[in-house]
Each structure stands twice: as structure tokens, then as C-alpha cells.
């Protein structure tokens, strides 16, 4: 079948984060040889201009928007330049998370690259934030979203949490292309709260051998671990950045969001949230395709 996707999209609001997203960007265009689209849209709001009146208004909004569009091209430029990669701009008008979902389907996008603010997350002051998180909420293609600089050629490695307990062969179907694309082993981890049955950390094992084994089939360098832990408080997302640091050569973080019953919400304000928050490498989340959105496999 003939590859639709063609390109990265950039969302970018010119601040730091954005454009080390776009600086990320170079090497995943590299690895897929895709171009990159730098976008930017811009909010409507008539009140910045109307209080000059009548032609004056609409000569200082042009005036702004030719700005934005110069402004647009000469970072492409320097970007395809620095990349190597062919880099378009382009720019739109409304509520920047809407256009970005909607630029990424017209473009027909295989990633979003986004930058990612995580201090005072719903507060205007930080549009790149709260768009951010609309966009992993709602986005029909995967996402990696960027929150400090992650200067790595290649990926090394994938790091796939999963929950045993759970149906897993899609989720590893993504991790599996993935890696095939960027030439990635992939790490498998998953936490057991221990319960002290030996009968149920056996059967997780069993699964996680099961899992590792449908990966290595597959022409994919793979490991698997599960890491037990004791004590009341479950909280899964530092466990999981604790374990991609202590790798060293993980360059990706897998994360599949859920939708079912009306509790991505709720899942994306504490786990996803956490990790996207906190993770200094690259996390790529993407929805599955049975719960009604796009898969990133053909």
C-alpha cells in the first residue's frame, strides 16, 4: 500500500520550547525521511486592532500577519538548512489546538512534534501547555511531545509500559512499527503491586515472556521486566521515569491512551499528565484505532 503520510507537523508559538521541538523534529525526519511542516496559527481577535478604527485596523493587522509570515518562512529556511530536510511554513487563522488537529489531518501528518510548558497548566499565560494537551487529547496521529532539549541521533531504544492484566497486542503493534521505522530495540517494562502471590507475579511473567517473544518474531530487538513493588501507594508514572533514566539509551517513551467509559480525562490528568510533565525524553502518545481514531499502522 502506498504511504499517505508525508510529512511532521511543528506546531510552533516562536517560544523556546516550541522551537527545540522543532529542533527534535530534524532527526525524526531523518529516520522516516519525511518533511517537516512549521505551523503556526493565529488567534482572531479584533479587539488588538479595533481600537485604531476603520483602514488603520486593517493595515496594522496585514502589517502583523506579513510579520508572522516572514517571520514563518525565514525559521523554515534555516531549518531546512540546519536539517537538511525540506521545512514548509505555514499559518492559519483560530484557536491554535483546533487548526493544529485539523492542519494535521489536511496535511496528512504521521507525527505531530509539539514543545511542551508544563508550569501552570489552563492559565492563558502559557498557551503552548493547555494547546498541547488538547492536542495529545484529540489528535488522530501519534504525538511526541518535547519538554526539555533531547539531542540524540537515532533512537536507541522505545520504552513500552504496559499492564499485563490488559489486552496488549495492539499497543505492541505500534511499539513494533515504530521501531522498525527508526531502527529501535524496544523495552518493555510493567509494575506489579505485590500482593504476595507468587501465582499471580508467575502468570505476569509468563505474559510479559509471551509479549517479548511476539517482538523478537517480529525482526525486533526486545527486553522485558517487571518491576515489583510493596506499600499502598500506586502511583505508576515516577516508577516509569525512574526506570527510563536508570536505561540510559531509552530515547522514546510509548504511551497509548484509553477513552473507554469517559475516563481519558481522568487518565490524562494524573499518569499521562505526570509523565508528559516530567519526562526529559521524548514521550509519543497515540490513541488505538478499535476506540475510534487512526492508527499509525498502515
Known amino acids: 500500500m502506498k504511504n499517505i503520510y508525508n510529512t511532521i507537523l511543528v506546531p510552533t508559538d516562536f517560544q523556546e520550547r516550541s522551537l527545540a521541538a522543532l529542533e527534535e523534529s530534524f ?5 522516516t525521511g519525511l518533511e517537516i511542516t512549521l505551523f503556526h ?9 479595533s481600537a485604531f478604527g476603520g483602514e488603520r485596523s486593517k493595515t496594522m493587522k496585514k502589517e502583523f500577519e506579513d510579520q508572522i509570515r516572514d517571520k514563518m518562512q525565514q525559521i523554515a529556511s ?12 505555514v499559518v492559519s487563522h483560530g484557536k491554535p489546538h483546533d487548526k493544529i488537529l485539523k492542519g494535521a489531518h489536511l496535511l496528512h501528518s504521521k507525527f505531530i512534534v509539539q514543545g511542551f510548558n508544563s508550569e501552570n497548566i489552563g492559565s492563558d ?3 503552548i501547555g493547555t494547546n498541547a494537551l488538547r492536542v495529545v487529547k484529540k489528535a488522530e496521529c501519534p504525538v511526541i511531545t518535547i519538554k526539555n532539549n533531547h539531542s540524540q541521533d537515532g533512537c536507541r531504544s522505545i520504552l513500552l509500559p504496559l499492564d499485563l492484566t490488559q489486552e496488549t497486542r495492539q499497543k505492541v503493534g505500534h511499539a513494533i512499527e515504530a521501531a522498525k521505522m527508526f531502527g529501535s530495540t524496544i523495552k518493555v517494562v510493567s509494575v506489579y503491586w505485590s500482593t504476595g502471590s507468587k501465582e499471580v507475579l508467575k502468570k505476569l511473567k509468563q505474559q510479559m515472556d509471551q509479549v517479548t517473544v511476539f517482538i523478537k518474531k517480529s525482526g525486533v530487538s526486545c527486553s522485558g521486566e517487571i518491576i515489583e513493588k ?5 502511583t505508576l508514572s515516577p516508577l516509569i521515569l525512574d526506570y527510563a533514566e536508570k536505561e540510559k539509551d531509552v530515547d522514546l517513551i510509548m504511551i497509548m491512551t484509553q477513552r473507554e467509559a469517559g475516563l481519558f480525562d481522568l487518565f490524562l490528568g494524573s499518569s499521562a499528565q505526570h509523565i508528559l510533565s516530567h519526562s526529559k525524553i521524548p514521550v509519543m502518545t497515540i490513541i488505538p484505532k478499535e476506540l475510534g481514531f487512526s492508527s499509525m499502522i498502515n
Open 230 to 234: 510493596h506499600g499502598s501507594s500506586k
Open 41 to 49: 496559527a493565529i488567534r482572531d481577535n479584533q479587539n488588538l486592532f
Open 78 to 89: 534555516d531549518a531546512s538548512k540546519k536539517s537538511g530536510t525540506h521545512v514548509n511554513a
Open 27 to 31: 532527526n525524526l525526519a531523518k529516520m
Open 125 to 127: 499565560s502559557n498557551q
